[in-house]
């Protein structure tokens, strides 16, 4: 039996950090996994400025940047390799999302594979979105595979990170899409108060929600579309932000407002069976709970690692398939018209 030791990268939309999982995939009847080490480095302010740059297109420095991300995170390798003593087969990363725009057939993630691969001299696959864009799809979200895959039992698969995306299994296929932001307004309404997040929603649950911008959120025409459909920073600076500006009311009750928004969506899409929840929202004890008033569904709280480094797991699933040659895309997810397998290889010969 081939077990399979990867590490999976991920940073996501809410620039808490780079999270590194080193990762054991095995397959029997089913594939199994097992996260053995793991950490996140955190950024620094001035490093979130520059990877949280606006970009419409490719251009030079976007390259420039793509190779500066990809170099911090081999280093970052070769320091958490060192440390642990590892021996591993591929580096599996998702990068941070600079553009995502499916509609103009663009997505880049930075964080140079090639750049990886020669820092760390390992195989490294990279650059999972493109290929599904260019084939119709909206290129996410890309995680339901692993859903799929290694957790068979749950019928929804909720991440709170950036965005709250779901994966469900529905009449013998999985589908999935981003609900509605999460982290990534928390975390900008918090520090407007000086903090760098809700501690376990600490602030929001002593503020006071306005019923009318409340509608008007739960109202906003990405609600109205069916899916397949994905967020991205753009609709948040563009759309949500602006909207809640408007009614120029406090931070702390913008924090309030949009907490319930989001237990108000998710509560709108998980009924019944159990739904199991991952990423940084799981510390937000005053969403979860307002989550479980808003849907009948049986709410399970995993281990720790888990619900920190499972997306950097999952990216190291997609990847070993990537190697194998296998499906590791659903177009009953993203859009596009047939299941394929994404990512590039970057082979340390």
Same mark, same amino acid.
């Given at each position: 039996?081939k077990?399979?030791?990867? !590490?999976g990268?991920?940073?996501g939309?809410?620039?808490?950090?780079l999270?590194?999982?080193?990762?054991?995939?095995?397959k029997?009847?089913? &594939?199994s996994y097992k996260?053995?080490?793991?950490q996140?480095?955190?950024?620094?302010?001035?490093f @979130?400025? =520059? !990877?949280?740059?606006k970009f419409?297109?490719i251009?030079?420095n976007l *390259?420039?940047?793509d190779?500066f991300?990809?170099?911090?995170? $081999?280093?970052e390798i070769?320091?958490f390799i060192?440390?642990?003593k590892?021996?591993i /087969?591929? !580096?599996?990363?998702?990068?941070?999302?600079?553009i995502?725009n499916p509609?103009?057939?663009?997505s #880049?993630?930075?964080?140079?594979?090639? *750049?990886i691969?020669n820092?760390?001299k390992t195989? *490294?696959i990279?650059d999972?979105?493109i290929?599904?864009?260019?084939m119709? $799809?909206?290129?996410?979200p890309?995680?339901p +595979?692993g859903?799929?895959?290694?957790f068979?039992?749950y019928k929804?698969?909720?991440?709170l990170g950036? #965005?709250?995306n %779901?994966?469900?299994?529905?009449n013998?296929?999985? %589908?999935g899409y981003d @609900?509605?932001?999460?982290?990534?307004v928390l975390?900008?309404?918090?520090?407007?108060m000086?903090f760098? #997040?809700?501690?376990?929603?600490?602030?929001s649950s002593?503020?006071?929600?306005?019923?009318?911008?409340?509608?008007?959120?739960?109202?906003?025409?990405?609600?109205? @579309?069916?899916?397949?459909k994905?967020?991205?920073?753009? &609709?948040?600076?563009d759309k #949500?932000?602006?909207?809640?500006?408007?009614?120029?009311?406090?931070?702390?009750n913008?924090?309030?407002t949009?907490?319930?928004?989001?237990a108000?969506?998710i509560?709108?899409k +998980?009924?019944k069976e159990?739904? +199991?929840i991952? $990423?940084g929202?799981?510390f937000?004890?005053?969403?979860?709970?307002?989550?479980?008033?808003e849907?009948?569904? =049986? +709410?399970?709280i995993? /281990?720790?690692?888990t619900?920190n480094?499972?997306?950097?797991m999952i990216?190291g699933?997609? $990847?070993?398939?990537?190697?194998?040659n296998? %499906?590791n895309?659903?177009?009953?997810?993203?859009?596009?018209?047939e299941n394929?397998i994404v990512?590039?290889i970057?082979?340390?010969?």
């Open positions: 039996m077990k399979y030791k990867v !590490i990268i991920m940073s939309t809410s620039c808490d950090g999270d590194i999982a080193y990762c054991e995939f095995y029997q009847n089913n &594939w996260i053995i080490k793991c996140t480095i955190k950024y620094n302010q001035n @979130i400025d =520059k !990877i949280s740059k419409s297109k251009n030079k *390259t420039e940047l190779c991300f990809g170099k911090f995170i $081999g280093l070769n320091k060192k440390k642990h590892l021996k /087969d591929l !580096i599996c990363s998702h990068g941070h999302t600079a995502h509609e103009k057939k663009i #880049f993630q930075i964080g140079c594979g090639k *750049t691969r820092i760390t195989t *490294t990279t999972f979105r290929k599904d864009i260019k119709g $799809g909206q290129g996410a890309l995680v +595979i859903d799929n895959l290694l068979k039992k929804y698969c909720l991440n950036g #965005f709250a %779901i994966s469900e299994k529905k013998n296929k999985i %589908i @609900i509605c932001p999460c982290n990534i975390n900008y309404y918090s520090k407007k000086g760098l #997040f809700d501690n376990k929603g600490a602030l002593k503020g006071n929600i306005n019923e009318v911008l409340l509608n008007e959120l739960n109202n906003l025409n990405y609600y109205k @579309i069916d899916g397949p994905s967020l991205d920073v753009s &609709w948040v600076r #949500f932000i602006p909207t809640v500006n408007k009614y120029k009311l406090t931070a702390q913008n924090l309030a949009i907490s319930k928004h989001i108000q969506k509560g709108e +998980i009924n159990e739904t +199991i991952s $990423g929202g799981c937000n004890d005053h969403v979860i709970n307002m989550i479980k008033k849907s009948n569904s =049986k +709410i399970v995993p /281990d720790v690692k619900i480094y499972k997306e950097a990216f699933f997609i $990847g070993v398939l990537k190697f194998r296998e %499906i895309c659903y177009n009953s997810v993203t859009g596009a018209k394929s990512g590039v970057n082979k340390y010969l």
